[in-house]
């Protein structure tokens, strides 16, 4: 974590009263901006906030999805507190997603993203992270028109799951959506993780924040 970070929730200040789409002002419970440590380098990106994470206040957190994920990163000690924390206590990873508003009844919309892509924008160039994570289709392909040579179109999630992607100036490792993800694939997310990214020096040649 870096040593002037106070807060793990919307550590950067973004606008939490957000009226940028106003289809999502009344149904929204609140807004959810990324959480975890700002100098962090693996940063986790997915399409928008969970029931769950709603009700936290927190990406990524919450029975089924939320708390595979954070017991995925439990693993490598980048979160240190039980799956079920609605507040993680982590290190070395931040949470987002492509949306910071929940409709209850629809996913977003192609302008709701592209009306949040400055928040995620920001938080990339902030903490300038050596791994990015796409969490389903939807982000995976969002992060691939920006970071990446290959036409969208050409990803599958199943496909790149747990893979590794060259982007531009970091590496990009997509992970299917957890709420569906089975034990053999969180496994396989792990090992690849494991073996294929923390067993080799990942870090670019540019400078890092010291922890």
Not at 64 to 91: L, M
């Amino acid at each position: 974590m870096d040593a002037h970070q106070r807060e793990f929730e919307n550590p950067f200040g973004m606008d939490e009263a957000c009226e940028n789409c106003p289809e999502l002002c009344g149904p929204r419970e609140r807004v959810v901006h990324g959480y975890g440590d700002v100098g962090a380098e693996f940063l986790v990106v997915g399409e928008a906030p969970t029931a769950a994470a709603e009700a936290n206040g927190v990406p990524f957190t919450g029975a089924g999805g939320g708390e595979r994920v954070q017991a995925i990163f439990g693993e490598f000690g980048f979160v240190r507190s039980p799956p079920s924390a609605t507040e993680p206590d982590v290190q070395n990873v931040f949470f987002t997603n492509l949306t910071r508003c929940r409709h209850p009844e629809r996913d977003p919309s192609d302008l709701e993203v592209e009306t949040c892509e400055p928040f995620l924008n920001a938080e990339i160039r902030m903490i300038n992270p050596q791994i990015i994570v796409p969490v389903g289709e939807r982000a995976l392909r969002a992060l691939a028109i920006e970071y990446t040579t290959r036409r969208p179109d050409s990803f599958d999630i199943d496909a790149e799951h747990a893979t590794t992607i060259r982007g531009r100036g970091f590496e990009i490792v997509p992970m299917v959506d957890p709420a569906t993800m089975t034990d053999a694939q969180a496994d396989a997310f792990i090992d690849h993780l494991q073996e294929e990214v923390l067993s080799r020096d990942y870090r670019q040649t540019k400078g890092r924040r010291s922890r």
